[in-house]
T-cell receptor
Framework: DGGITQSPKYLFRKEGQNVTLSCEQN?????MYWYRQDPGQGLRLIYY???????QKGDIAEGYSVSREKKESFPLTVTSAQKNPTAFYLC??????????????FGSGTRLTVV | AQKITQTQPGMFVQEKEAVTLDCTYD???????LFWYKQPSSGEMIFLIY??????QNATEGRYSLNFQKARKSANLVISASQLGDSAMYFC?????????FGAGTRLTVKP
């Protein structure tokens, strides 16, 4: 079955460490996205990529980095510069570079906790 | 900048009744899309319904319908015949090109 796989489901990070969240899709979608969700709040866009080797900052990109070396993969690195990284991170993809009536397909999320 | 507002942090509805979840948005672009997603306690986001800014008719998908009032910039979700499984967070979202922004969400609780 096609879909988006995020791993790990739960991640613990010590302060000052960088961590990388994995996002892989086998839907042959061109565009991929990373969102952050804090408790009781909506999703905020971190980064998005509409094509391989290209990505754009979203609304809260500071302290995060991404790469898009393959169409299927869009890993997110939470760096030590991110002051409050504890949150639920959702990866999504969409079929093309333009808006689609089908919306985004989301992964099941990674819950990151700083200890 | 896009802004999506959901003014109801929480809503209660009796099983089998209809409920309306409010969403207003702000954009200066003439072309945009509006979406509703459901997020159960497990965390995944489930796409429910889409409305394009140029669509002439309100969107419907099964028990979900979207009350689109373009002049008022509102896109309310109507769920008919509520079921216990409808209890979840509901998010309104807007996309101009291919960058979707979300509202803060409404927690819906369906009472038996």
């Amino acid at each position: 079955d096609g879909g988006i796989t995020q791993s790990p489901k739960y991640l613990f990070r010590k302060e000052g460490q960088n961590v990388t969240l994995s996002c892989e899709q086998n839907l042959n979608h061109d565009a991929m996205y990373w969102y952050r969700q804090d408790p009781g709040q909506g999703l905020r866009l971190i980064y998005y990529s509409q094509i391989v080797n290209d990505f754009q900052k979203g609304d809260i990109a500071e302290g995060y980095s991404v790469s898009r070396e393959k169409k299927e993969s869009f890993p997110l690195t939470v760096t030590s510069a991110q002051k409050n990284p504890t949150a639920f991170y959702l990866c999504a993809s969409s079929i093309g570079q333009r808006r689609t009536r089908n919306g985004y397909t989301f992964g099941s999320g990674t819950r990151l906790t700083v200890v | 900048a896009q802004k999506i507002t959901q003014t109801q942090p929480g809503m209660f509805v009796q099983e089998k009744e209809a409920v309306t979840l409010d969403c207003t948005y702000d954009t200066s672009d003439p072309s945009y899309g509006l979406f509703w997603y459901k997020q159960p306690s497990s965390g995944e986001m489930i796409f429910l319904i889409y409305q394009g800014s140029y669509d002439q008719q309100n969107a419907t998908e099964g028990r979900y319908s979207l009350n689109f009032q373009k002049a008022r910039k509102s896109a309310n979700l109507v769920i008919s015949a509520s079921q216990l499984g409808d209890s979840a967070m509901y998010f309104c979202a807007m996309s101009r090109d291919n960058d979707m922004r979300f509202g803060a969400g409404t927690r819906l609780t369906v009472k038996p």
